[in-house]
């Protein structure tokens, strides 16, 4: 679900017993498939390990950008992230695994609706449920927004007061609007806007959350949203 670098590369190995981030001079197995991989470890790309066949296990892997990796190390701690999770002997390799237990999914790149639906459904499976981080950033001035005074609504608990407001969006990535699970983009600027869609209108509907308290509420085991 990123962007960015070579294939069939993985930021955590198995090495013995320990799950480890690649380093020189040392050997590992990749979690998901158990296959030899070996370390990358340059100066310009980040470091990672590489599956010798240079093909990923998991046929949703995709090359993995900054972003997309920055983005896990905010969400969750180490042993959340790239969890392997198995289901009627299909194998994949969540994200980040929230405090919830459910999936977040990070992605940079474009997915078609199918592909929506198919990871979608395997982590309602595996995992109870998931949401959607998507890297709107390059979106940035194709927005129209709108106040949308008549919606607000704060948390049972009363820590997040949410204010939505209503936008348009020009020449949209129409596959987004394919997700069911809560959907979430950045949008630059230090903000994630929680997103939802006005069904047969052209008005899409967003709650705007300043970056650390978006983190908080994934990281939380109770999350306030999604």
Request: charged fraction near 25%.
């Amino acid at each position: 679900a990123g962007g960015g670098e070579a294939g069939g590369v993985v930021r955590f190995a198995l090495h013995g017993a320990e799950r480890v981030e690649a380093e020189r001079g040392i050997e590992g197995a990749c979690p998901g498939c158990g296959a030899r991989v070996v370390p990358k470890c340059g100066d310009i790309v980040a470091w990672h390990w590489s599956h010798l066949a240079g093909k990923d296990c998991d046929p949703w892997f995709e090359p993995e950008s900054e972003w997309h990796r920055d983005w896990k190390s905010l969400l969750a701690p180490a042993e959340r992230q790239e969890v392997v999770m198995r289901r009627e002997g299909v194998v994949h390799r969540a994200d980040v695994v929230m405090g919830n237990g459910h999936v977040c999914e990070i992605q940079h790149s474009a997915i078609s609706p199918a592909e929506i639906a198919e990871r979608e459904a395997f982590y309602r499976t595996a995992a109870g449920g998931g949401a959607w981080l998507f890297d709107a950033r390059s979106c940035d001035g194709r927005f129209q927004l709108d106040p949308w005074v008549n919606r607000h609504t704060t948390t049972g608990s009363g820590s997040i007061a949410e204010r939505w407001f209503c936008f348009q969006w020009k020449r949209p990535r129409e596959s987004w609007f394919f997700a069911t699970a809560p959907m979430f983009w950045d949008v630059g600027s230090g903000f994630v806007w929680k997103v939802g869609i006005q069904l047969e209108t052209p008005w899409l509907y967003a709650c705007p959350y300043p970056v650390d308290e978006f983190v908080r509420v994934i990281r939380a085991e109770t999350p306030a949203c999604p």
